[in-house]
């Protein structure tokens, strides 16, 4: 069975994100997922919010200067709590919503392959399964 490998970005997020996306390119592997939260030194979720195509623009260029193409991005835009997409309150779900829809922005701008998210948590008063 032939598979083809990704590594996220996130693996060496000591290092510059040129450097990190360089060493994942040296090791072989064609595809980086790209990871970014409250506090991650490669993308940062505040520009990722206010300008996906800019922020896209920016990853683009250090993606393709490696050699790489991006094979999933997985944006976690706080807490579990915060922004949850399954928030009862729904001032937050809209909030939740627009974030993602930047999210989608982002990844289609970088051409990544797939978009994880966190799918929520679960909420007092409410059970799993709802």
């Not at 590594?7 to 996306?21: G, N, R, V, Y």
């Not at 896209?56 to 999933?72: F, K």
């Not at 835009?77 to 997409?85: H, I, K, M, N, Q």
Request: glycine fraction near 10%.
């Amino acid at each position: 069975m032939a598979f083809e490998l990704s590594c996220t970005d996130f693996t060496f997020h000591a290092l510059p994100h040129d450097s990190a996306l360089g060493l994942i390119a040296e090791m072989g592997i064609p595809y980086c997922d790209l990871l970014f939260f409250p506090g991650c030194r490669h993308v940062q979720v505040d520009e990722v919010l206010a300008d996906p195509s800019g922020s896209a623009r920016v990853v683009s260029r250090r993606v393709e200067s490696a050699g790489l193409q991006v094979a999933d991005t997985l944006g976690v835009f706080g807490s579990y709590r915060d922004l949850s997409p399954n928030d009862p309150d729904p001032q937050t779900r809209s909030k939740s919503r627009s974030a993602f829809e930047s999210l989608l922005e982002f990844a289609h701008g970088v051409g990544a392959h797939g978009v994880t998210i966190v799918p929520g948590m679960d909420w007092p008063g409410e059970t799993h399964e709802s």
